[in-house]
């Protein structure tokens, strides 16, 4: 019996188309993985709109895109560090002094000061010092994304509870309000300001060499240090958008209910976090994208939009919420789950 | 008067007793420590717990509020400080807390506040933030010697008079079930009292937020035109009620003629988003606590009526009540139930009665000279049984 004839070899060659066969599944599944979102996302709005015709209204798509501004913008930003697989849990914090900042700034009930657009600049500014001062302690001190942001959350809230001046403030500079109550096609300027970020943020991504190298420190860190890329760079900068974006996002909120406030960014961390996630990106970083989190993040809000229309009890809200998570993550992530299992 | 003897024992048999008594006493404490139960051990006799003067020079005055940021209970810090300054106590006499609503957080800071401090030399005020922690803040207090005034959160069974050893001074609430009643009807009469509302709610399992929806109820009840097409919770978040509006704006469009809430905050939140979708002034809403922003809402004509209630008065007269206690000008055990869990008096505001809350409120008011004459002055009843 020569070598190609045993069973040794017939195993070989079975092994061989197997890997074949699942090769090929390999490739539907990614392509699944990666359109998966997005399908679930028109098989829900398809299904609600049969169950429930009032929320295939042309208003209430406006509401729903106009709801999803803000978490567009945190989730965003958060998608940059994510990629890199740290974590940013700061940006409840970052958004409420970044309100509290910038309502006292603008014309307002509190005090007689009026800066305008330079009263945004310095909420912005604050964001982006609260980002870099996420990444610095960070990457330069070797210290875990997760314990260092969820620090700085704390250090928001509680500047921002120093710095609320007793009366809520109300914002009365007209042109600021016309952030959230202006609008193009029924669409806030919000709306469209987070669009602008979300393309910005691809093209980063895509084209730039800075957003390779983000995309590409979640797996291979070790390398690229290897190499001589000033990873902590890349890293600090990636922390820095993501702090600004949440200010932005602080500074929309307050446009949006006319006033500072310091639970401005009251939950919007955790369904940030899930619209990244169940759009595809990996928590351990190097796969998934901004284009992935907005289809997670228009999941979430029609998901929301869906219970209310569909009149769940508000008590099991929560529950339906998390089941969905559960389900959404478990079919567009299943191939991937032994690289997630890392993140215990 | 002589001390009633009992009667004559054999000094062996009393000898064999005391020992008995003593082992017993011995062998309970250890049970009771195993078990938990070390509070009943605490002597009964009001005379032992807090029953020592404070020391007005170096009294610490904590507040335990649910959160620095609401203004609310910026007005009730400050109506503690004024009362404090009146007294001629130092600013830094008076340490607020915040307990973010969560109980457990609040009683952790003030037992490590009062770890570090002299027994039987502080009062506290707070809003245990639920009833489930209303005990272990009367229990810290009692381990402590410290006087207490407990505002909105007090489960059904355990009152100041019964629980605490004497060093429970008060529990202070309002009657939110009768004011909330009062803010729907006005509500529903912007519309003529036909049409639909949706309801904003507090945390779902707050006491305080079931008051308020049940006022809304009360009221519903009594006008049967009115619908209430949806009741969800936002927490007492302005941006969560402000996101939930104007969903429920894209879900009911014309069907909705006002937007109830259970809080100021929720309130505005609703407004902005009635703003948004260019109803504002035509459906209104309503809100409930007072706030300055609310009030101006109200003037505007974005609010239909806001329930009010006087946060600086109350954080005031809790200092004032728990002080005099303290040191020894009243004497608790002279005084009512009612005068020890009471309701202050609310205050339905609308347009017609706005401006007299938008002026800057009298502090000079709120001394204690104005207020010790009688603490009960508004009062508006005994607190219900969970209030």
């Known amino acids: ?344 | 008067m002589p001390k009633t003897k009992g009667p004559t024992l054999n000094p062996t048999i009393r000898k064999s007793r005391k020992r008995a008594l003593a082992l017993a006493s011995v062998v309970t404490a250890a049970i009771l420590t195993v078990t938990g139960c070390t509070s009943t051990l605490t002597p009964t006799d009001p005379s032992a717990s807090c029953s020592t003067p404070i020391d007005p020079k170096t009294v610490k005055i904590y507040v335990g509020v649910g959160a620095f940021a609401s203004p609310y209970f910026a007005d009730v810090i400050k109506g503690v400080q004024t009362m404090a300054k009146s007294l001629g106590l130092e600013d830094s006499q008076v340490i607020p807390y915040e307990s973010n609503f969560d109980g457990q957080q609040l009683v952790n800071s003030l037992g490590s506040a009062l770890s570090s401090d002299e027994p039987g030399n502080a009062i506290i005020l707070a809003d245990p933030a639920s009833p489930a922690f209303t005990k272990p803040l009367v229990e810290l207090a009692q381990e402590n010697d410290a006087r207490l005034v407990t505002w909105w959160n007090r489960p059904a069974e355990i009152h100041p008079w019964d629980t605490g050893d004497g060093c429970w001074v008060a529990h202070q609430s309002y009657d939110m079930v009768a004011v909330s009643k009062q803010v729907s009807q006005v509500l529903f009469d912007s519309f003529g009292a036909e049409g639909g509302i949706v309801a904003i709610g507090g945390v779902p399992d707050n006491p305080t937020a079931k008051d308020r929806l049940a006022g809304l109820q009360e009221a519903l009840a009594e006008n049967p035109g009115v619908t209430l097409l949806d009741s969800q919770p936002a927490n007492w978040d302005q941006t969560a009620s402000q996101t939930l509006t104007a969903q429920l704006i894209g879900k009911y469009g014309t069907e909705l003629k006002g937007v109830w809430n259970a809080n100021d905050a929720m309130g505005l939140g609703s407004v902005e988003a009635l703003r948004g979708a260019g109803l504002a002034g035509v459906v209104l809403a309503t809100g409930m606590d007072g706030s300055p922003n609310a009030f101006e809402a109200l003037a505007q004509g974005d609010f239909a009526a806001v329930g009010s209630y006087d946060g600086l008065y109350q954080g005031a007269l809790s200092l004032a009540l728990a002080y005099s206690v303290a040191v020894g000008e009243t004497d608790l055990a002279s005084l009512s139930e009612t005068q020890r869990a009471f309701y202050l008096e609310t205050s339905l505001v609308t347009s017609t009665n706005v401006d007299g809350f938008l002026v800057a409120p009298d502090l000079g008011a709120l001394s204690y000279d104005a207020i010790k004459g009688d603490f009960w002055a508004k009062v508006s009843g005994p607190v219900r049984v969970d209030g």
């Not at chain 1, 359109?35 to 009032?54: H, K, N, T």
């Not at chain 1, 965003?76 to 974590?87: A, E, K, N, P, Y």
């Not at chain 1, 940030?272 to 970083?285: D, E, K």
Request: hydrophobic share 55%.
């Open chain 1, 1 to 344: 019996m020569d070598a190609a004839t045993s069973p040794d070899h017939e195993a070989t060659r079975a092994d061989i188309k197997r890997d074949g066969v699942s090769s090929a599944r390999g490739t539907l599944a990614r392509r699944l993985e990666n359109v998966g979102p997005l399908l679930i996302l028109a098989l829900m709005c398809v299904v609600l709109s049969v169950i429930e015709p009032r929320f295939a209204t042309l208003g209430n798509l406006q509401t729903v895109l106009n709801e999803a501004a803000i978490p567009l913008v945190v989730a965003s930003g958060l998608t940059l560090v994510v990629l890199m697989g740290s974590i940013d849990l700061s940006a409840e914090g970052v958004m409420a002094s970044c309100s509290i900042v910038v309502s006292l700034l603008v014309l307002n009930s509190s005090n007689s000061l009026d800066l305008g657009v330079a009263g945004i600049l310095v909420a912005l500014i604050l964001g982006a010092l609260f980002g870099f001062a996420n990444g610095f302690i960070h990457a330069r001190f070797a210290l875990p994304s997760l314990m260092v942001t969820l620090g700085t959350w704390f250090v928001g809230l509680g500047l921002a509870s120093y710095l609320f001046p007793g009366r809520q403030p109300a914002i009365q500079d007209a042109g600021f309000r016309e952030l959230a109550l202006g609008k193009v096609l029924g669409l806030s300027y919000m709306f469209w300001i987070a669009i602008v970020i979300v393309i910005a943020l691809v093209l980063m991504l895509r084209f730039t060499h800075f957003g390779r190298m983000i995309t590409a420190m979640g797996p291979g860190q070790a390398q690229l240090i290897i190499a001589g890329v000033p990873v902590n760079r890349y890293r600090i900068g990636a922390f820095t958008i993501c702090g600004t974006l949440a200010g932005l996002a602080g500074i929309m909120t307050t446009a949006q209910i006319g006033a500072g406030s310091a639970t401005a960014g009251a939950d919007q961390l955790f369904p940030a976090v899930s619209a990244v996630v169940i759009g595809g990106t990996l928590l351990t970083g190097g796969r998934g994208g901004i284009l992935q989190t907005v289809v997670g993040v228009l999941l979430l809000a029609v998901i929301s939009s869906g219970l209310l229309f569909l009149g769940v009890n508000p008590y099991v809200q929560q529950a339906v919420i998390g089941i969905a998570l559960i389900g959404i993550v478990a079919a567009t992530t299943w191939r991937a789950r032994r690289k997630l299992a890392v993140v215990k």
